[in-house]
């Protein structure tokens, strides 16, 4: 079982930056995939990044590649989503998510979610 909770939103300007993190219990970080999604009130949650155990592969939603990266800690049980040059349509709550194995875009893949953390973006 991992627990994952999510940390890092908030108000940004158009342009500007932030820096989500999402932190797991337990011993076994470093063998699972973790990912990042969000979602948009009245719309379905959607994938935005994807990282592999050791932090190797990454995968990104081309509406935010170039602009995020993903990364993880493994000794700090903690992955990254650092997000440059926001833009209003990225405004959304974005939910943390583990599973074992590879990596995938696939929302049905993953069996363990944050809470999700808001952040917004102003014009």
């Known amino acids: 079982q991992v627990q994952l909770v999510g940390s890092g939103g908030g108000l940004v300007q158009a342009g500007g930056s932030l820096r989500l993190a999402c932190?797991?219990?337990?011993r076994t970080f470093s063998t699972y995939?973790?990912?990042w999604f969000r979602q948009v009130p009245?719309?379905?949650r959607e994938f935005v990044s994807t990282i592999n155990w050791s932090g190797g592969?990454?995968?990104y939603a081309d509406s935010v590649k170039g602009r995020f990266t993903i990364s993880r800690?493994?000794?700090k049980n903690t992955v990254y989503l650092q997000m440059n040059?926001?833009?209003p349509e990225d405004t959304a709550v974005y939910y943390c998510a583990a599973r074992r194995y590879s990596y995938t875009p696939n929302i049905l893949a993953y069996d363990y979610w944050g809470q999700g953390t808001q952040v917004t973006v102003s014009s």
């Open 73 to 75: 800690d493994n000794a």
């Open 33 to 35: 995939t973790m990912a």
């Open 85 to 87: 040059s926001l833009k």
């Open 42 to 44: 009245g719309k379905e």
């Open 57 to 59: 592969s990454t995968y």
């Open 23 to 26: 932190t797991a219990s337990g």
